[in-house]
């Protein structure tokens, strides 16, 4: 089993920064990467962004393309979610994942932490 804790999240102006952290613990070697998914009220969640513990590939939702940042800290068992010039439209509860292969199944999810932008 691999848990994950959310942490970071909050009420914030437009254009704010918020640095998310997702803490993950348990059978962690079997981890391939991690995501970032956000659901806003009324939507699907969707996907944010991903980097793999190895190497540090990373991808991102072309929505926070140039504007959020993914990093793993390999020796603590976290990643993070850099977000800068925040919008209304971030505003959704975020969640972090853990695949465990390179097909990119996501497994583990955490309990999501609460993003809140205003205008």
């Known amino acids: 089993q691999v848990q994950l804790v959310e942490s970071g999240g909050g009420l914030v102006q437009a254009g704010d920064s918020l640095r998310l952290s997702c803490a993950v613990s348990?059978?962690?070697?079997?981890?391939?990467?991690m995501g970032w998914f956000r659901q806003a009220p009324g939507k699907e969640r969707e996907f944010v962004a991903r980097?793999?513990?190895?190497?540090?590939?990373?991808r991102y939702a072309n929505s926070v393309e140039g504007r959020f940042t993914i990093a793993r800290d390999n020796a603590k068992n976290a990643v993070y979610l850099q977000m800068n010039s925040l919008k209304p439209e971030d505003t959704a509860v975020y969640y972090c994942a853990s695949a465990t292969s390179s097909l990119w199944s996501y497994n583990y999810w955490g309990q999501g932490t609460h993003v809140t932008v205003s205008s």
């Open positions: 980097i793999t513990w190895s190497g540090g590939i990373t």
């Open positions: 348990g059978r962690t070697f079997g981890s391939y990467g």
